[in-house]
């Protein structure tokens, strides 16, 4: 890059607003699973939107990529540069990487509209904090809400483990600002609900990955504050009976079901033997588990009764065979430290082969028969350890390696047995990415799945709107 677009660009965020030396880049320029090394030739780190426009127009007249970035914990590789000479994944020399953590205003919070109007590099925890505090809900939950921003959020649109009851990140969106890959600023940020004026445009750029431009801020829906939560971990028959359970609850609650998670006992197992003070909620073990939470906005203790009733009605029918329902904010804390610990705990246990599938929920329980014998069929020994958000059909069927292999040996039949699981949720009317994105990852996946016509809709999309293709290059297509 010419030593005067670099000063250029270092002179529009100020001498706070830039990393130049490779010790302090080092951290920006790896994925959270270290699956990419990218580089770059310059970090900039702008305050505002202004500063965002400013920074993409010099770079787009000068022919530089742009990699935006939020708070890098994607799990596709999406806000990762290439390298030096990556003709897929423009990186070096021919990069600036964008990290948007400095833009963390809150601009305002709106009760009686219910809407809440963020700066892209607001953390997700900060922004439900926000809320709370306003007597409002923002109900996007990820793992990684402390250090997630926003930005990224709304540019993979994140799932989480509220989606079944609030939507994706997309469904909580009503307006977005935008910094087109030229430089201009597209000002979407309308706090309404009924705007049938055209192609809505927010659309394009959640999901997108940064491909099509830099969300800079976002217009966010609020929801009532539940005034009271039942959580429950219950011990399933099998399959089939979460399908049951999950249906029986939406019908009896009014749809007040807020989380349906699922577990198989392998994933308690991992967890309990890996990460400190996970116990069994159980005194012995079962194959299948749901981590099942209700809310309501009335606090007149229903809601646990409620929840008591239908486990007993579920009890009696044979689709589960015990049930601890919290009595204590402690005890909450400690049934969903079991779910939120098990990537943690089968990273302990070496190469981890990670799916993030998604089919309509009904067929789920065939979902895990099929994929779990083909896998079985493909892989000696391997250890089968799916869980995920069973009440929107996302399934992360993950496996950890067999015991006593080497973990190079089995990463490297990834591609192998992703094929094999893909192919299974295609065929059951699913898909291969549910709440993860696209990235580096699966770019080959997209191009195998997504039909001509599909293909041919993003590449002119992408060729439209970023005709020199230097919006995070590499990525999505």
């Not at 439900?128 to 505090?133: E, N």
């Not at 030229?182 to 927010?202: A, E, F, P």
Request: with cysteine.
């Amino acid at each position: 890059m010419d030593e005067i677009i670099v000063n250029r660009l270092k002179d529009i965020t100020g001498p706070k607003g830039w990393i130049d030396t490779p010790g302090d880049m080092a951290t920006y320029l790896v994925d959270v699973r270290n699956l990419y090394q990218g580089t770059a030739q310059l970090i900039l780190r702008p305050e505002n939107t202004a500063q965002v426009a400013a920074i993409v127009k010099i770079c787009a007249e000068a022919g530089v990529s742009v990699v935006p970035q939020g708070g890098n914990t994607g799990y596709c590789g999406g806000a990762t540069p290439g390298i030096e000479g990556d003709k897929d994944n423009l990186g070096g020399a021919n990069t600036v990487l964008l990290c948007l953590s400095r833009m963390n205003t809150i601009r305002d919070i709106d009760p009686l509209n219910y809407t809440i109007t963020v700066e892209a590099g607001c953390i997700l925890a900060d922004i439900q904090q926000t809320a709370a505090d306003a007597d409002r809900l923002f109900p996007l939950s990820l793992a990684a809400e402390g250090t997630c921003q926003i930005g990224g959020n709304l540019s993979t649109n994140a799932g989480g483990t509220a989606v079944l009851r609030y939507g994706n990140t997309r469904d909580l969106v009503l307006g977005v600002e935008v910094v087109l890959p030229d430089g201009q600023i597209w000002d979407g940020m309308k706090r309404l609900r009924k705007n049938n004026t055209g192609y809505d445009l927010k659309h394009m750029f959640m999901g997108a990955e940064g491909t099509l431009g830099v969300i800079t801020a976002a217009v966010l829906k609020l929801f009532p504050l539940p005034q009271e939560k039942t959580t429950m971990f219950v011990a399933l028959a099998n399959p089939d009976a979460a399908v049951t359970l999950l249906a029986r609850l939406r019908a009896a609650s009014g749809d007040g079901v807020t989380t349906f998670e699922y577990l198989h006992r392998i994933c308690l197992d991992l967890a309990i033997a890996n990460i400190p003070n996970i116990t069994d909620p159980f005194d012995q073990p079962y194959a299948h588990y749901a981590l099942v939470e209700l809310s309501s906005g009335v606090s007149d203790g229903k809601v646990t009764t409620l929840a008591e009733d239908i486990l007993g009605e579920a009890l009696d029918a044979g689709d589960i065979a015990d049930a601890v329902v919290a009595s204590s904010g402690q005890q909450t804390a400690q049934l969903w430290k079991i779910r939120e610990s098990i990537p943690e705990a089968m990273n302990h246990e070496g190469g981890v082969i990670r799916h993030d599938v998604s089919v309509p929920v009904s067929s789920v329980p065939e979902f895990l028969q099929v994929a779990t014998k083909a896998t079985a069929e493909t892989i000696d020994g391997v250890r089968i350890a799916p869980f995920g958000h069973i009440g929107d059909g996302n399934i992360h069927f993950n496996l950890v390696q067999p015991v006593g292999d080497e973990r190079d040996d089995f990463l490297a039949r990834t591609h192998e047995i992703e094929t094999v699981i893909h192919d299974i949720a295609t065929n059951m009317s699913g898909s291969f990415s549910a709440e993860h994105g696209i990235g580096r990852l699966k770019r080959g996946e997209l191009a195998r799945y997504k039909s001509d016509v599909e293909l041919d809709l993003l590449t002119r999309i992408k060729k439209a709107i970023d005709p020199d293709g230097l919006m995070n290059p590499g990525k999505v297509l």
